[in-house]
C-alpha cells in the first residue's frame, strides 16, 4: 500500500471501532437485557401518554404545507450561514462581491415573494382559524 492511502486507513479504522461498537451494544443488550414483556411495554407508545385517537385519523393539509414552509425557510438559513462566512472573501475581486450580493437578494427575493404568495393565498391562516373559533365558543358557553 502506499503512502497516498494512508489518510484512509484512519477513516476505515474509525468506520470499523463505530460498526463493530454498535453491534457489541446490540448483542450485549439481547443477550444481556432483562426479557420481561407485558401489555403495557408491548404497546403503543405516544409520549408517554395512552393513546387517545386513531393514527390513521385525516389530517389537515395545512399542517403539511407549514412543515413544508419551514423546511423551506429552514434550508433557506442553511444557505445563508456559508454565504455570510464567504462574503468578506467574495469582495477581494471587486465584481465578484457585487455578484454575490446580486445573487444572495435574488435568492431572499425569491423566497420573500414564495412568502408573499402564500400568505396572501391565507395558507398560514389556519393557526388563527383555530383561536378564533375556540374564542367563539367560549363566547358562546358564557
Same mark, same amino acid.
Given at each position: ?7 484512509? @486507513? ?20 439481547? @443477550?444481556?437485557? &432483562? ?8 404497546? &403503543? ?9 386513531? &393514527? ?36 477581494? &475581486?471587486?465584481?465578484?462581491? @457585487? ?44
Amino acid at each position: 500500500m502506499g503512502s497516498e492511502f494512508l489518510p484512509y @486507513v484512519a477513516i476505515i479504522i474509525t468506520i470499523v471501532v463505530a460498526v463493530g461498537i454498535a453491534l457489541a451494544i446490540l448483542v450485549l443488550n439481547a @443477550v444481556l437485557g &432483562p426479557k420481561r414483556p407485558s401489555e403495557a411495554k408491548m404497546g &403503543p407508545f405516544e409520549c408517554g401518554s395512552d393513546v387517545v385517537d386513531t &393514527p390513521r385519523k385525516r389530517i389537515n393539509v395545512r399542517f403539511y404545507a407549514v412543515a413544508i414552509f419551514f423546511v423551506v425557510f429552514d434550508i433557506e438559513a442553511l444557505f445563508l450561514i456559508p454565504i455570510a462566512v464567504a462574503y468578506r472573501d467574495l469582495l477581494q &475581486p471587486q465584481h465578484l462581491g @457585487v455578484f454575490a450580493l446580486f445573487a444572495l437578494l435574488l435568492f431572499i427575493g425569491v423566497l420573500a415573494i414564495g412568502l408573499w404568495y402564500v400568505w396572501g393565498k391565507g395558507a398560514l391562516d389556519w393557526a388563527f382559524d383555530a383561536l378564533t373559533s375556540s374564542a367563539a365558543r367560549s363566547d358562546a358557553n358564557e
